[in-house]
């Protein structure tokens, strides 16, 4: 029995209000994560005609740059993330880029393009961070029995994010009202917002939530202040029972050998770790992500001229869709169907939609393409979307999903950075039908090389994955014990 098991079977007493609200309050950062990815997406229209007058061209470049250089700076965030909340502990480096995030955010609301791009940069770092640091953050202070939940409202909160920021797009005059003059500062307020949850984040942190998560401190020997964590989070003699659950945690792992980076390339990990930097770069292929920086400028397009006032609405109902599929995958797909049937299916939705949506695009059937749009955010929102941040820590050590994660940021650069340009020069229909014929590529990939690893423990997924490994690790396994009991044989005095 595995010590991870033995605790779920052992479910904790805890104070509720204090551990949701440590919870709910650290992802504000994904909340903020996911707003930082939309904004630029509902205001791009306005920051083009009526803050600095682009011409359509030079905007092009422009607003790519402004969504891509967050894709960059989350890069550096998600690397340099782990180590900064290994030396400062968890809290800490969450109220350290509470300030930097707010600092780069107060870059933006200048209008000035080489500051905004700037700010938009170490706000890019800010998010990366979070990337890293929170889904840590929750991992080792929720109770074993709120886990599940609580890792799967992250994905829910970058979506809750960004559906909020495109809510507020509704608010920048469109269009018709630009023609007819009307001008505000809201496009400030929208950039502005995220100053808003870094406060909150930081004095919560400050003032109520005063404690690293007792896993960190037990493993950095500070068991003193971990029992008052403890205490704060638990109830009765679950305090002690999680005490000593995670002081043998820390035993057992001081005595495993620490993996490194050429580890993820020996016979052990290497076909799972091509896997997932396989998967982790195709959920940015899939055709979803794309519209979260440009969905408003692609709805406008599908709409014509004339229509065009109806595309911050549409955006709105989009975020709508990945918000909603966000909230009930868990229970409706995760927790039912294997991983590798969730990626399958998945695939072939999504493939069989895109194409459908290319096919209404040269036919020019607009509405039925902005459905299959809609439909395509649900399908995504109920497989590659979450399943992406389930699969990769059942599969790869910690330091395997780093580098994952850092490859997914990438993909996500590119699209930033490329995307609009791309549709622009094929069209619309033939960017989503290229999508479609990356995703059936795709689907061959996982259909040949994806294990299933629903339920399965870590010992289970490596003789799946490598099953001439898994029998030579039984072998040496075997023969240590053996050569154990004959030396403690020997040992032994006669009877």
Known sequence: MTLQNESNLAPRDYNKWVVWLAIFNSLLGMAAFGYSLAAINIIQDYLTYVIFGWSDDAATTYISW???????????GSVSGGSLAKHLGRRRSMMMMDIVGTFAIMLTLFPSYPLMLLGRSIAGIYVGFNTVVVSVYVRELAPAQVKGLAGALIQGMVCGGSMLCSGFGLGVPNS????????????????????????????????????????????TNQDEAAKLALERIY????????????????????????ITYRDLLGPEYRTRFFVGLFIAISQQYVGVNSLVFYSTAVFELILGTENASKAPTLTVIFGFCSLFTALISGSLTINRFGRKTILTYGLVGLAVMQTGIAYCGYTDHPMVMIAGIFTIALLFGLTWGPILWVILPEILPDIGVGI???????????????????????????????????????LFVVICCVKETKDLTPQEITKAYNPKFYAKSEEAADSEERTGFLESKAESPEI
Do not use: D
Request: hydrophobic share 50%; aromatic share 16%.
């Open 404 to 442: 994952s994660s850092l490859v997914n940021l990438i993909g996500l650069f590119i699209l930033a950075q490329f995307y609009q340009h791309y549709y622009q020069a094929i069209g619309l229909p033939s960017a989503f039908m290229s999508f479609a014929a990356l995703s059936f590529c795709a």
């Open 235 to 258: 109830q009765g003699e679950s305090i002690t029972l999680e005490y000593e659950f995670l002081k043998r945690v820390r035993e057992k792992t001081s005595q495993g050998n620490k």
């Open 66 to 76: 402004l969504n891509s250089v967050v894709t960059i700076g989350a890069c550096v």
């Open 176 to 219: 018709v009202e630009r023609a007819a003059g009307e001008r505000n500062s809201w496009w400030r307020f929208i950039l502005g917002f995220p100053m808003i949850l870094t406060f909150i984040r930081f004095v919560v942190l400050w003032e109520v939530c005063p404690f690293e998560p007792p896993q960190y401190l037990i493993m």
